[in-house]
């Protein structure tokens, strides 16, 4: 930090209240404030304001009275970065000056060129107009680098009258995406409207669903383990080649699941649930277990349902059977109804010692 100057007037001509700061710097050969080249100014008086501004532009031009993007002309302001997917729509337009270290960046490929704030401030941080693909990844082109590559799609540029507007996004597959789960390797490369990238991600094709609504009597779970299979708002006809989720629906297809077991799958790509879903009637709970305390006083019971493996047990010799939650979870837990532990395996010869 340089000295307080007793010398009361800035050195620098342009100004614009050289004898009017609250304080007054006196430059000399240590001043490094901002990791600047103060070396041309040295011996030199700097009030406040020019202090401050030569410490973060490594200039005295450029104060806070000029104000660059005033200048810009309306129909000027256009950003001339190539890449920019908005150039016409920016609250904010900047004009590249001649040695301009904003940023510490180097200016000199934009200078006298206009840039939007999007693209000034990205170039300012980061110093290149490449966009982060790990924070955006596939990120929207611009308007004339949009056309999909889609040949089915019906919303491409240049396809029907009724298609919609060419504002619409659309995205470039990066290599390695992995959006959705699904495998994008055979479009790297390609250009998606928004519509196609959805559906691509969503189901791991590009392909439109012609499936048609089905009948009122086929609107049923066909999941044997699902507990309301009549009762849900959608129903979901699994489709050969199906890949939604990036999981293997190949076991399951030509079934018809509900909302509830479609998610479970889809999450999971099971359709056993981690815990069996209380019995609902009122007749049936009661526990099966001779040795319960209290058989028809528990606030949950459960169906040991076919092929069950929860925590590791083997429930085969009470498939069938309806358990209260403490018996239920006495069995989880340690494998018997009577809270009794399998005996340890025996120690190795020399256990003892």
């Known amino acids: 930090m340089p000295e307080a100057s007793s010398a009361k007037k800035c050195w620098y001509a342009h100004c614009v209240s050289p004898e009017q700061s609250r304080r007054f710097y006196l430059i000399d050969s240590h001043t490094k404030a901002g990791k600047k080249d103060w070396s041309s100014l040295a011996g030199k008086t700097l009030c406040h304001s020019c202090y401050t501004r030569y410490g973060s532009l490594g200039s005295l031009e450029g104060g806070k009275k000029v104000r ?30 001649k040695g301009k270290t904003t940023g510490e960046q180097d200016w000199s490929a934009f200078e006298g060129k206009i840039l939007c704030k999007a693209c000034y401030e990205r170039y300012k941080r980061r110093g290149t107009m490449d966009r982060d693909r790990q924070r955006c990844p596939n990120a929207p ?25 060419a504002q619409m996004k659309h995205f470039v597959i990066e290599a390695g995406t992995k959006a959705g789960g699904q495998d994008w390797s055979p ?37 044997a383990g699902c507990q309301r299979p009549d009762q849900s708002t959608k129903f ?17 297809k030509g079934s018809v699941l509900c909302q509830a077991c479609y998610n479970r799958f889809l999450k999971k790509g099971s359709l056993e649930r981690v815990n069996p879903a209380p019995l609902p009637a009122a007749d ?11 058989p028809d006083k528990c606030s949950k019971y459960f169906l040991v349902e076919e092929g069950s493996t ?18 239920y979870n006495r069995f989880k837990t340690t494998g018997a109804l009577d809270g009794s532990r399998p005996n340890p395996p025996p120690k190795p010869d020399g256990g003892d010692k």
């Open 284 to 294: 049936s709970r009661r526990c099966s277990y001779s040795g319960c305390g209290k």
């Open 68 to 97: 660059r993007s005033a200048t810009i002309p309306e129909a000027d302001k256009q950003c001339s970065q190539p890449g920019c997917t908005r150039p016409d729509r920016s609250n904010k337009f900047y004009r590249v000056e």
């Open 236 to 252: 979901h006809p699994i489709d050969e080649g199906m890949r939604t989720g990036g999981q293997d629906w190949s076991s399951i």
């Open 310 to 327: 929860l925590g590791g047990q083997d429930w085969a010799p009470l498939e069938g059977s309806v358990l209260c939650k403490v018996c």
């Open 187 to 223: 479009l790297e490369g390609k250009v998606l409207c928004n519509d196609c990238y959805v559906r691509f991600k969503n189901r791991g094709t590009l392909d439109v669903s012609k499936t048609e609504p089905l009948k009122s009597e086929n609107r049923r779970c066909t999941y």
């Open 141 to 165: 082109l611009a308007t004339a680098s949009s056309k999909c590559s889609n040949s089915q799609c019906q919303l491409k540029v240049g396809g029907p009258p009724d298609a919609k507007p």
